[in-house]
């Protein structure tokens, strides 16, 4: 039972252009939704979150949009750099459980090219 | 450096051994979690302990055993080894709130033979 779903496992984009990555969950409880990125060899690292009571998030070059409607969420990095090459994970939680506990999708590899 | 630290980052072990993997967070975080990253990639929870206190403990064969002897730490005990136990495990803590994130190890990657 996949609660968490990242549907595209790759995205190649060129420098300077905007990288879309894509998550839909199923659970209607989810309340909280962080994305993270994550280098070989690394742990993940929180790139940024956004709660069910917005539907925009932004901090610099990295957007948040989420859908409730549709159970969708997407992260938007403008422009795209090659640092940027990595895989991003969409992770989603229920405020409600009160276990902290997130369910994380199966992540998408995005290649940045120069 | 304030960070979560996990040991071994490599572990290459025969079937049917008991090993341990040790995590130690410095951020004053209140929360510790084990993940498991399956060959698909898949991140699934397996633990978290909250103040020494377990808090979540999914589905996972009882031959995994969490202890935190303190907030600060969590280990991970794995007895008799299976190959289907290869995966890369990640620590993490966060403060136990809604929507915080966590803050991951480098990971250990558990290979059994």
């Known amino acids: 039972d996949q609660q968490v779903k990242q549907n595209s496992p790759s995205l190649s984009v060129q420098e300077g252009r905007i990288s879309i990555l894509n998550c839909d969950y199923t659970?209607?409880?989810?309340?909280?939704f962080l994305w993270y990125k994550k280098y070989p060899a690394e742990g993940p690292t929180f790139l940024i979150s956004i709660s069910s009571i917005k539907d925009k998030n932004e901090d610099g070059r990295f957007t948040v949009f989420l859908n409730k409607s549709a159970k969708h969420l997407s992260l938007h990095i403008v422009p795209s750099q090659p640092g940027d090459s990595a895989v991003y994970f969409c992770a989603a939680s229920a405020g409600s459980s009160n276990t902290g506990k997130l369910i994380f999708g199966q992540g998408t590899t995005l290649q940045v090219k120069p | 450096d304030t960070a979560v630290s996990q040991t071994p980052k490599y572990l290459v072990t025969q079937m049917g051994n008991d090993k341990s993997i040790k995590c130690e967070q410095n951020l004053g975080h209140d929360t510790m979690y084990w993940y498991k990253q399956d060959s698909k990639k898949f991140l699934k929870i397996m633990f978290s302990y909250n103040n020494k206190e377990l808090i979540i403990n999914e589905t996972v064969p009882n031959r995994f055993s969490p202890k935190s002897p303190d907030k600060a730490h969590l280990n991970l005990h794995i007895n008799s080894l299976e190959l289907g136990d290869s995966a890369v495990y990640f620590c993490?803590?966060?403060?136990?709130?809604?929507?915080?994130?966590?803050?991951f190890g480098s990971g250990t990657r558990l290979t059994v033979v």
């Open positions: 659970n209607s409880m989810f309340d909280y």
């Open positions: 993490a803590s966060s403060l136990r709130a809604p929507g915080n994130g966590y803050t």
